[in-house]
Antibody, heavy 121, light 107 residues
Framework: QVQLQESGPGLVKPSETLSLTCTVSGGSISPYYWTWIRQPPGKGLEWIGYIYVSGSTSGGTNYSPSLKSRVSISVDMSKKQFSLKLSSVTAADTAVYYC???????????WGQGTLVTVSS | AIQMTQSPSSLSASVGDRVTITCRASQGIRNDLSWYQQRPGKAPKLLIYAASSLQSGVPSRFSGSGSGTDFTLTISSLQPEDLATYYCLQDYNYPLAFGGGTKVAIK
């Protein structure tokens, strides 16, 4: 079955760029919406955005309006990895970041285990 | 943007009780709604999609209903392992939006 694993620095300085990678194993990377979601400590879930992969090409992206000016999601199909970049981070970006697979427009499954990113100097 | 309002925000029930959680959308979303269970310290897990379809492997005590703006997640007989926070998610349009969550405790 498909498994997802996030990787990247657990500590990022304010004003720098947060970079995370999600590795997909056990299944195809196409055709799905590869998604990032975050959860600040003790709070609810927030959708960040996705990149759509179909066949041998990556399709469009879609981002949360509240993050759109700072976020970018990309994919490396040869490595079966997709990545998140969030620029100009502040303490408000401290959260557990989850990567996940969105199936059609119906459900998000599975999810990675999540990785805590702390923004602090 | 569509807003998702969950109620209650928390509840406490006994093992064997029937538990109902409600999610209301700020506009109609057909049946484009899914439910997720997040146990403490774990990633969310899909329970229900398309408002009422049970995800493979999820116990049959979980069920979902609703369409349009009002949706319900029901646990027919609460079990100790159901201690968790439950979230709804609208997948009708962008940005995707989660409800605020319902924390379920066991008495």
């Amino acid at each position: 079955q498909v498994q997802l694993q996030e990787s990247g620095p657990g500590l990022v300085k304010p004003s720098e760029t947060l970079s995370l990678t999600c590795t997909v194993s056990g299944g195809s990377i196409s055709p799905y919406y590869w998604t990032w979601i975050r959860q600040p400590p003790g709070k609810g879930l927030e959708w960040i955005g996705y990149i759509y992969v179909s066949g041998s090409t990556s399709g469009g992206t879609n981002y949360s309006p509240s993050l759109k000016s700072r976020v970018s999601i990309s994919v490396d199909m040869s490595k079966k990895q997709f990545s998140l970049k969030l620029s100009s981070v502040t303490a408000a970006d401290t959260a557990v970041y989850y990567c996940a697979r969105r199936v059609g427009a119906t459900r998000i499954d599975p999810w990675g285990q999540g990785t805590l990113v702390t923004v602090s100097s | 943007a569509i807003q998702m309002t969950q109620s209650p925000s928390s509840l406490s029930a006994s093992v064997g009780d029937r538990v109902t959680i409600t999610c209301r959308a700020s506009q109609g979303i057909r049946n484009d709604l899914s439910w997720y269970q997040q146990r403490p310290g774990k990633a969310p897990k899909l329970l229900i999609y398309a408002a009422s379809s049970l995800q493979s492997g999820v116990p049959s005590r979980f069920s979902g209903s609703g369409s349009g703006t009002d949706f319900t997640l029901t646990i027919s007989s609460l079990q100790p392992e159901d201690l968790a926070t439950y979230y709804c998610l609208q997948d009708y349009n962008y940005p995707l939006a989660f409800g605020g969550g319902t924390k379920v405790a066991i008495k």
